[in-house]
Each structure stands twice: as structure tokens, then as C-alpha cells.
């Protein structure tokens, strides 16, 4: 072994060889947006205590909600900890770049002590803080670990990353899933009254108002009233799909009383952290008093209640709400001007028809032969009528599961995104431009359903073996979750004779001027009104201004009127392309549906590749400069 007489030896090939893979892994978990979401949402202390103990990995679903310190800390220390990983990953190759500089100035394999004295002059340039991190590689291990498997989600949310309805409302919490013991150590012990609800549901939004009002009274209910134990909560189906389907939501909204299940009438002492039970809210949510008696009733039958468990939920109640105002603090908002958009965006199609199914259909499922058979003839109609929006792809997905392919959410979205639906945005927010309502609260979705089951109408061949407003209601029975929209629009009795487009304009503008008179929910800048204007129609009314339906037909048969090349090259103000998977490309095409799958995987596991590619190519090297290093 070789003296290093009055000079640091060199790090050892053993520990940057280690400290390079963990450096690298970092880089990978960062690269495919892994870590950051869960670790910047933990605190510190709990989430080295469970990567430490030696008990299982359901541990991690009992962190408590952290504290906006303790966020503030977390975060602090994921930043220096990837400062450090980039610091470290950066000599790693260097001392890789000195080998391989050496042996080409050389023109053979340079000596040991020419390497050894090319990696002194590259180590000598770190600082002495590097080596504090260097000699603690166990913290790239927990950060990695807890990164790459998504142990630690917890299931209370930020309302403004949850795209919450009560995202400004404190009293009511928003959640991600039912697992009490996460939420806060006193959950399973109280009363939860929860809204399963969709952000893009008309009707959740028009109660939304409602429900803050019952929310923010529990604070000032008598002390002697049960209420005060409740809990007012959220779920955003949209989001929280998992959610949504382990409590079997088929409709939206859906209120929830959620009960301690050893807590029965009468039964001495405290309640025990047992099942909680489940009561659907039947009541009217719009009868508010009545409501409530519903609420007061179940309580007083089911549980047992005395001044420690009152002051208990209440506390956990404040004390979550005083967490969502802190977490509330550093939103801000945007001061530019809202403009309605009257031009009509082929993207905002594709934006409804890509939400609708990767929520919709992921929602209910493909288990049963009804929505089965009802989605395959809305992605024939699709197809059909609007081609390039990735219809024909789904439908070999559609295909698998008829040939006996088991329905999976994972497996159905992953078939959705290698669709490439050519909308605006990214899976968790689509980008809305004729249908961009004054706060994200606002239109979006619905508006986009409309436009698609316009377009439909007016580019499908309405003389074919399928009527196009028969398979767009069906399609609604099963998967258009907002309850009372779906009643609605199943009222409508469309003919075969009539001209579908004329028919589907007529019951959306009666549509209109039912919700005209209702303020919530409604967009306050754009108002309800029959389509289309004197502003972009002139000559669709008569000179009493009744609408000239001849007229009408014309214009909308122009207006709807598909053309592909509006998708795939349109952009925004910003000169971005107007579709999130391909940035300045045209969308692709494909003979075969099957090649949209494997493209899609080869794409999804590049990031992987370039791992291990750079890994096995820093760990040779380092290998090299060890062997060098070392033979003499």
C-alpha cells in the first residue's frame, strides 16, 4: 500500500462508489417527480423514527399532520440534501473525467501516483463541509428509500395543491383519504362529517356554499350540542380517486357521517379507537336545518357523550383548521384581468374528453357489462367523429378487458395517457381556454362535456347504425358522476328523426336558462345565456329575435366543425404547444393502437435508463481509479 507522507489520502473508490450510486438515485427519484411531494410534506423526526424502526411499513401511515415549522425545517433540509447530492454527484464524475483525461493525454493507462496526484488537486477543491455528508451516507439512504416508495403520504392535503371547493374555508379540512389515526391522534375517537364531491360538478359546486355555512356554525353551536364534536371535511374525488372508490362513491356530492364504532348510546367511559361507522346523509343538503337534526340524531343514538370527549374533538378540530390556515398562508393570487374567451379551442375538447376519462371511467369501472358496454360505444362515436383524440387506442384497451383483462385504475389511466389525448395542461390540471372560468372554481369541466357532446353531434355521421345523443346518454348513466346533472340530461328525450344537432342545442340552452337565476356555483363574470349571440352569430335570429333554426344549424355545423390540424399545432400566448406530451412536435400517428402502448412505456422508462446507463458508467470508472489508486 502506498505512504501518503504529509498529504490526505484520497477518498476511497469504496465510499464515492456508494455515495455516487445514492447521489444518482437521488437525481433519478427527483427526475421522475417522486420525492419531493412526499418528503417535503413530512417532518423531519417522524420520518427518520419510522425509516429507523424495525416495524412494519404501515408505520408510515400513522405521521401526524405536520406543523408549517416543521414543513418549513423539512423542506430546508431536502434542499441542502439535494445542494449536497448535486455537489457530490458532480465530483463523482469529475474524479471519473480525470481518469479518462489522463489516459487519453497519456495515450496508455496512466500510473498510480499520476492519478493519485490528479484526484489531490480535484478533492483539494471541495470545502470542509462536503465531508459531513460524505461521512453519512445513511441520510441519502432514508431520503431515497422514503422517496421510492411512497410510504409516508399522509392524508390530510394542501387545499390549493388538492384543487379544493374550500380552499379559502378553514372550518371545513380538506382530506385525501379515511385513514383516522393519520389525520391527528384524536380522529378516531370523533365524529366526521364528510362531502365526497367532484371539483368539476356543477351541482358540488352550487352546495359548496352551503356546506361552509354548516362548517363554520359548529364552532358557535351550545355547549351542550353534539355538533360541537363534529368535524366538517372534504374529498375531492378528482383527485382522491382510491378514496372514492374504497367507500364506493358512484355519484357526487355524498355526505358521509363517520362514527367511533365502540362509542354506543349510553356505554360508560371513553371511547375506544375502533372501526368507524358509516352513516349516509340522506337529508337535503340544501335544507339546512333538517340537516342538522339528521346529524344530531345519529350522534345521540350511536355515541356516547360527555364534557372530556367534546373538549377532545374540539380541540382536533381547531387545531387541524388552525393547520390549514397556516398552510393557506403563502398562497397568492393572481391580479390580472379575467377576459372571457369567445373563440372555440379544439383543446378544451380534448381537455373534457381526457378528464372524463381518466376520472369518470376510473372511477366506476369497467367490472360490470353496463359501463362496459357503454363506454365502447362512446369511443366508437368518438372515433368516429372526432379522430386523433386517441378513441381508437382505448378502445384496444376496451377490447382487453372484454377478453377477460381484469379492470384495474392503474392499468385504465395508464391506457389513457399512452392515448396521447392531444389537450392543454398535465394530467392533474388541464389547461382550460374557451371554457377558463374567473377562479379555478369555475366552468372547466362541465363547460368542456358540453363542447365535446356538441362536437359529436356535429361531425358523426348521424346516419349510421348508432344514434350519437343515445350513445352520449348512456354514456351519462354510467359515468357522469354529478347526481343531479346526470338526472337531468337523462330527462331530455332525444329522437331519432330530429337532427341531433339541433336537438342537443335546444336542451342546452333550456340548460341555460334554468341555471340563469342561480348564483351558486355560477360564474359571476360569465352569466348564463342562450347560445349563440348577436355577437358571434348575427344572422341566427329573426327580426323578432326569436332564433332562426335553419340559421342556427348553418352556424353551429361551422362552429363545431372538427379540424385536427387545430389540435396538434395551435399554442398559447406564450408560444408553448397547446398539448402537454410533446412540446413542439406534431402529434404523432399510429396504424397500429398497439404502437401507442409500447411507445408510451419506451418513453415512461427513459429516465430509468439514463440511470442506470450513467450509474454503471461512474461505478466502472471508479473502479478503475481504486485499481489504480491501489496496486502499487
Known amino acids: 500500500m502506498p505512504h501518503w507522507s504529509g498529504v490526505q489520502r484520497p477518498t476511497d473508490a469504496p465510499r464515492c462508489f456508494h455515495f455516487s450510486f445514492f447521489s444518482l438515485a437521488f437525481f433519478y427519484c427527483m427526475m421522475t417527480r417522486r420525492a419531493i411531494p412526499v418528503v417535503s410534506e413530512l417532518p423531519l423526526k417522524e420520518t427518520l423514527q419510522r425509516c429507523l424502526s424495525k416495524g412494519s411499513t404501515d408505520a408510515f401511515s400513522s405521521l401526524s399532520p405536520p406543523s408549517s415549522l416543521s414543513l418549513l425545517f423539512t423542506r430546508g433540509v431536502c434542499a441542502c440534501l439535494f445542494v449536497a447530492a448535486l455537489f457530490y454527484g458532480c465530483f463523482a464524475f469529475l474524479r471519473s473525467f480525470v481518469l479518462v483525461r489522463t489516459f487519453f493525454s497519456l495515450g496508455s493507462l496512466p500510473s498510480g501516483d499520476r492519478v493519485r496526484d490528479q484526484l489531490m488537486i480535484a478533492e483539494k477543491a471541495m470545502p470542509h463541509w462536503a465531508e459531513f455528508v460524505q461521512k453519512c451516507p445513511v441520510l441519502f439512504v432514508i431520503l431515497f428509500l422514503v422517496a421510492l416508495t411512497r410510504l409516508a403520504d399522509g392524508q390530510v392535503v394542501d387545499p390549493v395543491l388538492s384543487r379544493s371547493l374550500y380552499t379559502d374555508d378553514v372550518a371545513v379540512v380538506d382530506l385525501s383519504g379515511t385513514k383516522w389515526e393519520s389525520i391527528h391522534p384524536s380522529a378516531p375517537f370523533c365524529p366526521w362529517l364528510v362531502v365526497f364531491y367532484n371539483d368539476g360538478c356543477g351541482h358540488c359546486r352550487a352546495i359548496a356554499p352551503i356546506y361552509r355555512e354548516l362548517a363554520a356554525g359548529l364552532d358557535s353551536a351550545p355547549e351542550d350540542d353534539v355538533l360541537r364534536m363534529v368535524t366538517a371535511a372534504a374529498v375531492n374525488c378528482a383527485v382522491q380517486l382510491s378514496t372514492c372508490r374504497e367507500q364506493e362513491i358512484n355519484y357526487v356530492p355524498k355526505f358521509f357521517l363517520f362514527m367511533p364504532s365502540n362509542c354506543a348510546a349510553g356505554a360508560k367511559g371513553s371511547c375506544d379507537a375502533g372501526k368507524m361507522k358509516e352513516f349516509v346523509i340522506r337529508s337535503s343538503i340544501k335544507a339546512l336545518g333538517l340537516f342538522r337534526l339528521e346529524v344530531q340524531g345519529i350522534i345521540k343514538e350511536n355515541m356516547h357523550v360527555d364534557g372530556s370527549m367534546m373538549q377532545r374533538c374540539v380541540g382536533m378540530r381547531r387545531s387541524l383548521q388552525a393547520e390549514k390556515r397556516a398552510r393557506r398562508g403563502g398562497e397568492s393570487s393572481s391580479t390580472d384581468p379575467f377576459v372571457e374567451t369567445r373563440q372555440l379551442y379544439a383543446t378544451d375538447i380534448a381537455g373534457a374528453f381526457f378528464l372524463t376519462m381518466w376520472n369518470e371511467v376510473s372511477l366506476v369501472g369497467l367490472d ?30 376496451v377490447a382487453e378487458i372484454e377478453n377477460g383483462t381484469r379492470f384495474s385504475v392503474e392499468s385504465w389511466q395508464e391506457a389513457v395517457l399512452a392515448a396521447r389525448i392531444p389537450y392543454y395542461g398535465a394530467p392533474n390540471e388541464v389547461q382550460w381556454r374557451t371554457c377558463k372560468g374567473s377562479s379555478p372554481s369555475y366552468r372547466g369541466f362541465p363547460c368542456g362535456m358540453w363542447l365535446l357532446y356538441h362536437s359529436i353531434t356535429v361531425n358523426v ?56 337565476p342561480v348564483k351558486e356555483g355560477a360564474d359571476p363574470l360569465v352569466p348564463k345565456r342562450q347560445f349563440p349571440d348577436a355577437e358571434i352569430c348575427g344572422t341566427c335570429r329573426n327580426s323578432l329575435g326569436a332564433f332562426d ?81 491501489e496496486e502499487e
Request: hydrophobic share 45%; net charge negative; glycine share 6%.
Open 549 to 629: 333554426e335553419s340559421e342556427v344549424a348553418v352556424f353551429l355545423r361551422k362552429w363545431y366543425e372538427w379540424d385536427l390540424s387545430a389540435v396538434s399545432t395551435s399554442t398559447d400566448e406564450s408560444g408553448n404547444s397547446s398539448y402537454f406530451f410533446r412540446p413542439g412536435r406534431p402529434m404523432p400517428f399510429y396504424k397500429d393502437p398497439k404502437q401507442r402502448h409500447r411507445d408510451k412505456v419506451r418513453r415512461s422508462l427513459l429516465p430509468l435508463y439514463v440511470f442506470l446507463a450513467v450509474f454503471v458508467t461512474v461505478a466502472v470508472l471508479n473502479a478503475g481509479i481504486f485499481a489504480l489508486v
Open 368 to 397: 360490470s357489462p353496463g359501463p362496459l358496454g357503454a363506454v365502447k360505444c362512446f369511443l366508437r362515436i368518438v372515433e368516429a367523429a372526432l379522430p386523433g383524440l386517441g378513441a381508437d387506442a382505448l378502445l384496444e384497451a
Open 461 to 516: 355521421d348521424a346516419s349510421g347504425d348508432t344514434s350519437p345523443l343515445e350513445a352520449i346518454q348512456e354514456y351519462v348513466r354510467y359515468f357522469f358522476s354529478c347526481e343531479e346533472c346526470r338526472q337531468h340530461f337523462l330527462e331530455f328525450n332525444f329522437t331519432r328523426d330530429g337532427d341531433p344537432v339541433l336537438q342537443l342545442w335546444r336542451a342546452h340552452n333550456n340548460v341555460n336558462a334554468r341555471l340563469a
